[in-house]
């Protein structure tokens, strides 16, 4: 696609209940990020893909939070058993070179979770 | 380890007047700098980077920022802001050691008329 795609824009649950948030870059870009933005605070870095492995894993916050990729394209966040501290928006970024060379990091929209 | 720091969590400023964002950042291997705005209700885009040769860097709507090495800042100025620069700004740092791209927490700039 043109840019990068997330879905759902908006995603409300239970807490308790599991939550995938999908992310599909553009294409040919072989990085892949995900950041978690809570009302008032930064970018949280979560994890960073590049290709289908994941050299960076250290911002997930809990084994609840896990992320894959294949294909070296489309990416998926799962939260298992939402708690309400995970409500935020959760963005998602793509790079055309290793690693940010290039300088550009292009985002989607963001998917905005809400816990109840 | 790599941490960005941006000074102002808020920024009130009159139209037309300069601005400047500070961030400063930590790094003990060299480091990619960037500034991306986020105008309400949108997503994140690049306002400008840094990554080798002049350290005064300039970006779109008239942004400018300087990387100085000694003081490990980056900070983001412009001469006379619009209403319409109201938004969201955020330093970065990149460091090829790590791959990762961190935020500073963010500066709101709200322009008032």
């Known amino acids: 696609g043109a840019g990068v795609s997330q879905s759902p824009s908006n995603k409300v649950t239970e807490k308790g209940k599991d939550v995938e948030l999908r992310c599909d870059p553009i294409?040919?870009?072989?990085?892949l990020y995900w950041y978690r933005q809570s009302l008032g605070q930064g970018l949280e870095f979560l994890i960073y893909?590049?290709?289908?492995?994941?050299?960076?894993k250290s911002g997930l916050p809990s084994d609840r939070f896990s992320a894959e990729r294949t294909g070296g394209s489309v990416s998926t966040l799962t939260i298992q058993r939402t708690q309400q501290e995970d409500s935020a928006v959760y963005l998602c970024?793509?790079?055309?070179?290793?690693?940010?060379?290039?300088?550009?990091?292009?985002f989607g929209e963001g998917s905005r979770l809400t816990v109840l | 380890a790599q941490s960005v720091t941006q000074l102002d969590s808020q920024v009130p400023v009159f139209e037309e007047a300069p601005v400047e964002l500070r961030c400063n950042y930590s790094s003990s291997v060299s480091v990619y700098l960037f500034w991306y705005v986020q105008y309400p209700n949108q997503g994140l885009q690049l306002l400008l980077k840094y990554l080798s040769g002049s350290t005064l860097v300039k970006g779109i709507n008239g942004f400018e920022a300087e990387f100085n090495k000694s003081q490990t800042s980056f900070h983001l100025r412009k001469p006379s802001v619009h209403i319409s620069d109201t938004a969201e700004y955020f330093c970065?740092?990149?460091?090829?050691?790590?791959?990762?791209?961190?935020f500073g927490q963010g500066t709101t700039l709200q322009v008032k008329p």
């Open positions: 970024a793509s790079s055309a070179g290793p690693s940010g060379y290039t300088g550009e990091l292009f």
């Open positions: 970065a740092a990149h460091s090829s050691n790590t791959g990762k791209l961190i």
């Open positions: 294409s040919g870009h072989t990085a």
């Open positions: 893909f590049q290709g289908n492995s994941a050299p960076d």
